[in-house]
């Protein structure tokens, strides 16, 4: 395998619009000869699908939600950037790409976040023609706001829900296709397996998961929008339903997975409150801007926090990080809070939560100031733990909700796979180590609106991939295979349910491949996982049958994938032998606690290739090189 | 806690269904009712029993994925709140709880407490969009839109389309998830355009769907979990009237 | 003309038709009570109000014929909705919980086909002479229809008057409800009129009820004789 990523040659901000150029186009006419299938209809599928159909291509679209519009980008809070300077604050396209270069910790390729950079503009102005209700100023003109990583404020926001409100623009946009005839949607159908012909991308297995048929697509290309892989570790902010198994089940036909290491925890979510705990859910983290974070001195101190004297308090991000204090960087505070809970001195059920206290706050500045700040957070938190967080301080703790790693691809998000396409935050190209805030909204819909209707194009045209042959031999035995491995996991007939697996899979990866990692623990995960592995092989239980909807089974073949991937994602972290944004090594660290880089010998993307059930991954490296920045330490003091 | 549970089973479409009986022991009150059911479902796998199968995925009140009637109220009637926030510390120990699907012809039941809700996206392919194509916008701020409409669309617009409202009808109507969509795009300049052909085509949907008609009850208003406002029907209504009679003689496609 | 067509007769068209008719009655109604509320001023002016109706047989026609129309509309129209609705859900639910629905707004066929029964006993009653063929003969002093003798004869038996009670009650009931739902249904309660609307509505079915009843109430006490 060849890593070849086609980045265009001349100057970095001319590079996609010469492409645009370069690219072979489709003429109009025979457009609807070629059939595309996309998976995944969150942010980056749904403008995909629709834009695609716009064109005149013939769609398929699959989710396994009962609607398009339930996918999880629908649960995006903050906002969307975009550099459009109607602040006149000293905006530009260049700026929103080196604030993101940087924010990746300089792991992200550079001319795929130009080009982000460059297309922002152009997702506002569409989002707002398609009706999607961004707030506006008294004037009429649109409200931005800023957010963490930048000094300008870029971000476009309609109230908490801006995920909701771009993903029903996308969704309707994808409606209008359907109803026009352009889009068929297969709602509650999960893809089970990736078919590859003669090397190219042709076709999907999927099952339908009301009648549990299982049942092949071929198509011209497959576009895989199938998300992150948070849930890997069990509890995380994902949807239950998320999972990683279209894009493994790609890694395993041959497409390479990058960086599955980079992940990324979010320091102010609503801490755990028992073994039941299915999800979790995230809070903003302006919260941080009025709330202190402090554990008890003591370990297992047992009283209720006002009964805790300052003296006995430790405000330990002040303590440690005088001159940022409680506003410390994601990485750092998560990795605070998750110390102090494993000294024993977490708060709350299990103890694994600090509390981020409000009551300086609201003696300073009154409780109707913070109200008016914080009440929708505050009345989110009591709905959920049922405490009142204007009388005694909130619990929080750390959780993943963002993955950077994903299927490899070339600028024009293509994977190792011709003809498999690979968009949002399924792929791995635009946030490197680390993600902004307002920066995954952004990367989905412009790979979906504004880069794969071009660039698609352009493998039709230019690759002239031979006709798609359903029923044909490869067809039938990636359907064989499905079929397998559904009985497969109905014969086991153990004694312990997935759920059962799952969260052990997911304490362990949390424990060693969590906020902080280092080699002893993650070569004890290596150890663990293939036996947990091989329990859950011979162990499972789940009733019912394949022939029928069967949630115990879908979830069981998810885990599966999530019990392989998670051997890949430690390995990957182990190999990379260095610090990077969300990939914090506890052996390479400066003496503020941050994240140290090796530069010298990781400077570059890991994109590792399936070698067969027993071989060990085949680690390829795409070097990264920066012409349009300086590399350097990521400092935001 | 402990509660008793009287649960809707129905293998599939085309089978009767009826309710069972589960105790759920050891609850913690800080659970939500969806891994209160979770637990239910491990103890039921480990029995070798087949899980009550319900739809859920965000678990965080915006996917509306989750759809029950929880002891006669969609979603437990708590204020603008959805099943996967509904938490257990607001049952009482010992209680009964009954818990059953959405009930409307236009929700078939799929299996258990799991309905077919796909009524809403044909409506939505009916009509509720801008007809617009992916590139070629103008600038984003060349069309000013006062903040209070601005505003109020987004009202309208934060409609997660989990069908309480048809749940809650006692005429199974789906007036509210319309109007929500028509109002969310008739306030805003640019969905203002095809307003008429818009509500035409959705009502027209939603009628072909059989939903039942607005008696103007109010339940629906009540336990939608994001609190859409009735007065988005009084909009709809107003809407379909124009249309009506500025395509009377035309036909409307 | 057939896009119309099928446009009223789509959820909202019926709901239109529901409105406008049931606006149109509602006129009505108030019409009549003011009319008949004369009996307080005395036999003579309500016989003269009684003949001056009968001398314009093109308005009284029309007007009849108009009220059949419009309530066979209405009534059509509920009876097509509620088929609807019916038809809307099938299975019931076990256990029935009402939010928010206020009992009027629940019970709108109910009262509504009460109502109609009680306006047939009305018009046998008063108008047809079904009840007591007498009622049509009685004549005054200048020879008109003594319409003043009729009412306080056709009054005079307390279960009828209580009939009467209830009908009115059912009656105000269903306008509680309707008045608002009319405009609801035609667009119009909207922003600050909402509240406004929906006084009114309760204030025009009270006012009705009141009105209505006063003249039963005042012949069984006697103040009408």
């Known amino acids: 395998m060849k890593l070849d990523s086609k980045i265009p040659s001349g100057p970095l901000a001319e590079k996609w619009n010469k492409h645009k150029f370069d690219l072979k186009l489709v003429n109009p006419a025979n457009k609807r000869k070629f059939e595309v299938l996309v998976v995944g209809t969150g942010l980056a599928g749904a403008s995909a699908a629709a834009s695609l159909a716009e064109l005149g291509y013939q769609v398929s679209c699959f989710c396994y939600q009962d609607s398009p519009r339930r996918a999880h980008s629908i649960a995006a809070q903050g906002g969307i950037n975009a550099a459009k300077n109607y602040k006149n604050d000293g905006d530009s396209i260049h700026r929103l790409f080196y604030d993101t270069i940087k924010g990746g910790d300089f792991r992200a390729r550079e001319a795929n976040v130009h080009r982000l950079a460059e297309v922002s503009l ?165 919260l941080r801007n009025d709330g202190r974070v402090w554990v008890p001195k003591q370990k297992g101190d047992k009283r209720l926090p006002h009964d805790i004297a300052e003296k006995d308090r430790d405000y330990f991000l002040e303590r440690k990080y005088p001159s940022f204090g409680n506003l410390a960087p994601r990485d750092i505070s998560s990795r605070a809070a998750k110390e102090a809970c494993d000294e024993g001195r977490g708060v709350g059920p299990g103890g694994l939560g600090v509390y981020l206290d409000f009551s300086d706050a609201i003696k300073r500045l009154g409780e109707a100031k913070i109200r008016e700040r914080y009440a929708n957070l505050f009345d989110m938190y009591e709905r959920i733990t049922g405490e009142n967080a204007y009388r005694m301080p909130m619990r929080i703790y750390p959780a993943v909700h963002y993955t950077m790693g994903g299927l490899w691809v070339d600028y024009n998000l293509m994977s190792t796979v011709p003809g498999l396409f690979v968009l949002g935050e399924a792929n791995f190209s635009d946030h490197g180590a680390n993600r902004l805030g ?54 086991i007939q153990g004694k312990r349910t997935t759920r059962s697996f799952h969260r052990e899979l997911g304490r362990l990866v949390w424990d060693k491949c969590g906020m902080a990692r280092s080699e002893k623990g993650l070569k004890e995960a290596l150890q663990r996982i293939p036996a947990l592995r091989d329990e859950f092989w011979s162990n499972l239980a789940i009733t019912g049958s394949g022939e029928s909807l069967n949630q115990a089974l879908e979830h069981a073949g998810r885990v599966a994938d999530f019990l392989e991937f998670a051997e890949l994602m430690c390995l990957d972290a182990l190999t990379r032998d260095e610090s990077c944004g969300g990939h914090f090594r506890t052996e390479h660290q400066t003496e503020e606690g941050e994240a140290k880089r090796d530069d010298e010998h990781f400077s570059h993307v890991a994109a590792w290739e399936f070698q067969g059930e027993d071989g060990r991954p085949l680690l390829h490296k795409e070097p990264l090189v920066y012409e349009g920045v300086h590399m350097s330490q990521r400092s935001y003091k | 806690m402990k509660l008793t549970l009287k649960v809707w089973r129905q293998k599939d479409g085309d089978s009767r269904g009826e309710f069972a009986t589960y105790q759920a022991n050891d609850i913690n009150p800080d659970m939500s009712f969806l891994e209160m059911l979770d637990e239910v479902n491990e103890s039921l796998l480990a029995r070798g029993e087949e899980p009550i199968a319900f739809d859920s995925d965000c678990r965080e009140g915006i996917c509306g994925a989750c759809s029950m009637v929880i002891n006669g109220l969609p979603h437990g009637g708590r204020k603008a709140t959805t099943a996967c926030q509904l938490h257990m510390r607001l049952f009482e120990d010992g209680e009964t709880v009954t818990v059953e699907p959405w009930r409307a012809r236009a929700f078939p039941v799929v299996r258990d407490l799991i309905v077919d809700r796909s009524g809403f996206d044909r409506i939505i392919q009916a009509g509720g969009f801008v007809s617009v194509s992916t ?30 409202c048809v749940a809650a009808c006692k005429n199974a109507s789906a007036m509210l998830f319309v109007a929500a969509k028509v109002s969310h795009l008739a306030i805003l300049p640019q969905g203002r355009v095809e307003k008429n052909r818009r509500v035409l085509r959705m009502v027209e949907a939603m009628d072909s769907e059989g939903f039942g008609n607005c008696t103007v009850t109010g339940s629906c208003e009540a336990v939608c979990p994001k609190e859409i406002s009735l007065n988005f029907i009084t909009r709809l209504n107003q809407e379909y009237a124009v249309a009506l009679l500025k395509s009377t003689g035309q036909s409307a496609r | 003309m057939n896009t119309l067509n099928r446009r009223c007769s789509s959820s909202l068209g019926k709901k239109y038709v529901m409105a406008v008719t049931g606006l149109a009655l509602f006129g009505f109604v108030v019409a009549h009570m003011v009319g008949n509320l004369q009996i307080f001023l005395g036999r003579e002016i309500l016989n003269g109000y009684g003949a001056f109706l009968k001398s314009k047989p093109l308005l009284l026609w029309g007007a009849r014929l108009g009220l059949i129309c419009l309530v066979s509309l209405h009534v059509w129209a509920a009876i097509r909705l509620t088929q609807d609705n019916r038809a809307a859900r099938p299975v019931a639910y076990a256990v029935q919980a009402s939010i928010s629905a206020s009992y009027a707004s629940r019970t709108m066929l109910m009262s509504g086909l009460i109502v109609a029964s009680f306006i047939v006993f009305h018009l046998m009653h008063f108008t047809l002479g ?96």
């Open chain 1, 122 to 286: 152009s997702i506002i102005d569409h989002c707002v023609a398609q009706g999607v209700p961004f707030a506006r100023e008294y004037g009429g003109m649109l409200d931005n706001r800023s957010f963490g990583g930048a000094q300008v404020s870029r971000t476009f926001y309609a109230r908490g829900q801006t995920g909701q409100q771009l993903l029903l623009g996308a969704y309707q946009a994808l409606s209008r296709q359907v109803g026009l005839g352009a889009v068929k949607m297969f709602p509650r159908t999960e893809m089970l397996e990736l078919v590859v012909v003669a090397g190219h991308a042709k076709g999907i297995v999927v099952r339908d998961m009301v009648t549990g048929k299982i049942s092949s697509h071929a198509g011209d290309a497959v576009v895989l929008a199938t998300g992150g892989y948070s849930n890997v570790f069990y509890l995380s902010t994902n949807a239950v339903g998320c999972n990683v198994t279209a894009a493994y089940r790609a890694y395993k036909k041959g497409a390479a997975f990058a960086n599955p290491c980079y992940t990324q925890i979010h320091p102010t979510c609503i801490p755990v409150s028992g073994d039941h705990q299915s999800k979790l859910t995230l809070m903003s983290e302006s």
């Open chain 3, 130 to 225: 079904g009840v007591d063929p007498e009622f049509l003969e009685f004549r005054d002093g200048a020879g008109r229809h003594d319409v003043y003798r009729m009412v306080v004869a056709g009054f005079s038996t307390p279960i009828v008057s209580i009939f009467y009670f209830v009908g009115m009650a059912l009656l105000c009931l269903h306008l509680s409800h309707g008045v608002s739902a009319l405009f609801q249904s035609l667009g119009l309660r909207t922003g600050h009129w909402v509240r406004a609307i929906d006084l009114f509505a309760k204030a025009a079915a009270l006012t009705i009820f009141v009105g209505n009843c006063s003249i039963p109430l005042a012949v069984l006490i006697g103040l009408l004789k």
């Open chain 1, 438 to 491: 307002a920066s995954a909204l952004m990367q989905g819909l412009a790979d979906g609106y504004f880069v794969l209707p071009y660039t698609i194009g352009h493998y039709f045209a230019h690759d002239k991939p031979a006709r798609p042959q359903a029923g044909s031999a490869e067809f039938r035995e990636a359907e064989a295979a499905a079929r397998t491995r559904v009985q497969k996991l109905l014969a």
């Open chain 2, 135 to 164: 590139g070629g916008a103008q600038d984003a701020n060349v069309i000013p839109i006062p903040k209070p409409d601005a505003e109020l669309a987004m009202d309208a617009a934060q409609c997660i389309g989990c069908g309480a």
